[in-house]
Nanobody, 121 residues
Framework: VQLQASGGGLVQAGGSLRLSCAAS????????MGWYLQAPGKQREWVAT?????????VDSVKGRFTIARDNGNAKNTMYLQMDSLKFEDTGVYYC??????????????WGQGTQVTVSS
């Protein structure tokens, strides 16, 4: 499974960005898709998850501002992170993650290459 993240950039505080992550390659099963943030000087931290049955979860700091979603059209293996009301502390590299299996019961984490988001105060 290969993940290609895009959509990062420089934005002023209060602005919006939409990140995309396209998954390709064979997947027998898909358990969840998610986003993680690695802020400067910090470890990678979980931001949001979208499960295969459509449930969403967010870290408290982004609730009400970020929305994770999956393409409902022809690109069903593409997910998005709509980021509104951006804050300086949202700055960092965002990584997309997929938990998928290549055969029954063999689940693994897959990671994209990361996309930089910089929020200016």
């Amino acid at each position: 499974v290969q993940l290609q993240a895009s959509g990062g950039g420089l934005v002023q505080a209060g602005g919006s960005l939409r990140l995309s992550c396209a998954a390709s390659g064979y997947m027998f099963g898909l358990k969840s898709m998610g986003w993680y943030l690695q802020a400067p000087g910090k470890q990678r931290e979980w931001v949001a998850t979208l499960t295969s049955d459509g449930a969403t979860e967010y870290v408290d700091s982004v609730k009400g501002r970020f929305t994770i979603a999956r393409d409902n059209g022809n690109a069903k293996n593409t997910m998005y992170l709509q980021m509104d009301s951006l804050k300086f502390e949202d700055t960092g590299v965002y990584y997309c993650n997929v938990v998928a299996s290549s055969r029954p019961g063999m689940w693994a984490d897959y990671w994209g290459q990361g996309t930089q988001v910089t929020v200016s105060s």
